[in-house]
Structures are given as structure tokens and as C-alpha cells.
């Protein structure tokens, strides 16, 4: 993956780890366009758990130079835990508008009344421009 300045030459986190708040504030002061955010997307099985995926960028002169991904996942149900984030990625589409395209897919596994276990993998596709313009495509899929 190619990316001319991720915050001053950090490394794009996309792992399942975010940005702590100090870094969060010293990017938003090195994105002299604004930093841009999608509207969370969320995902849920209603009782048993809640994913919510987050997605910043800043771009400079109409090329994105750092994006932040993160992923909250909840769990309300004894029976049900998260696996964890099982496939991400963050990369250009190599368009002439510059756009940019960030997956995640993570996975929940809930045990039902008979003792079976059933996983889900809730997912989000989102497609930036460095502008802030962007589309989401999300679901949720049998594990």
C-alpha cells in the first residue's frame, strides 16, 4: 500500500486498533482541508451485540494522505462474544477522481439454546473521495 504522509509517518492502523485521542488531535491540527468522517455505520443483532465502523481521512491538494478506520463492536448477551476483526483493508482505486476504498469484516459468535454455537460477520465496503464525498455498503453474513 502506497501512502505519501500517513500522520507524519505513522503506519495506518487498520487491526483493530485506533488512534489514542493525543494522536487523534495532532492529525486533525495536520489536515489543514478538515479532517473528513463518514456517519457511523451500524450494525446490529438487537440483545445479543452492536458492531459500529468509523472511518476518517484528511487529503491534501485532492489526494488523500492518511485515513483512520476503527470498529467498535459490543457485545449485551452472555451467550454471544466477539471473535474480532478477521479482514480489513485501506487502499486507492486508482480512479481519476482519486477515491479511495476501506472493507472490514469482523465476527461475533453467539451460542444458542441448545448449546450450538452460530457466528455472523457483520461487513462495511465504504468508497471515498479526497473531497469527502463517500458511499457505504454493509451486511451482516452467515460465518
Known amino acids: 500500500m502506497t501512502i505519501k504522509n500517513v500522520l507524519a509517518g505513522s503506519v495506518v492502523l487498520w487491526a483493530g486498533l485506533t488512534f489514542a485521542a493525543t494522536d487523534e488531535a495532532s492529525a486533525a491540527r495536520d489536515c489543514a482541508s478538515g479532517v473528513r468522517t463518514i456517519k457511523p455505520v451500524v450494525l446490529e443483532e438487537p440483545g445479543k451485540w452492536t458492531y459500529t465502523y468509523n472511518l476518517s481521512w484528511c487529503a491534501d491538494g485532492g489526494a488523500v494522505v492518511w485515513v483512520v478506520p476503527a470498529v467498535t ?11 474480532g476483526r478477521i479482514e480489513e483493508s485501506v487502499r ?8 479511495w476504498t476501506a472493507f472490514d469484516m469482523s465476527e461475533f459468535s453467539c451460542t444458542d439454546n441448545a448449546g450450538k454455537e452460530h457466528g455472523v460477520n457483520p461487513w462495511v ?8 464525498a463517500y458511499d457505504t455498503t454493509s451486511g451482516i453474513a452467515a460465518a
Request: glycine share 8%; hydrophobic share 35%; net charge positive.
Open 92 to 99: 486507492p482505486t486508482k480512479d481519476e477522481r482519486g477515491r
Open 125 to 132: 465496503v465504504v468508497t471515498f473521495e479526497p473531497a469527502g
Open 73 to 83: 463492536a459490543r457485545v449485551h448477551s452472555a451467550a454471544c462474544r466477539w471473535i
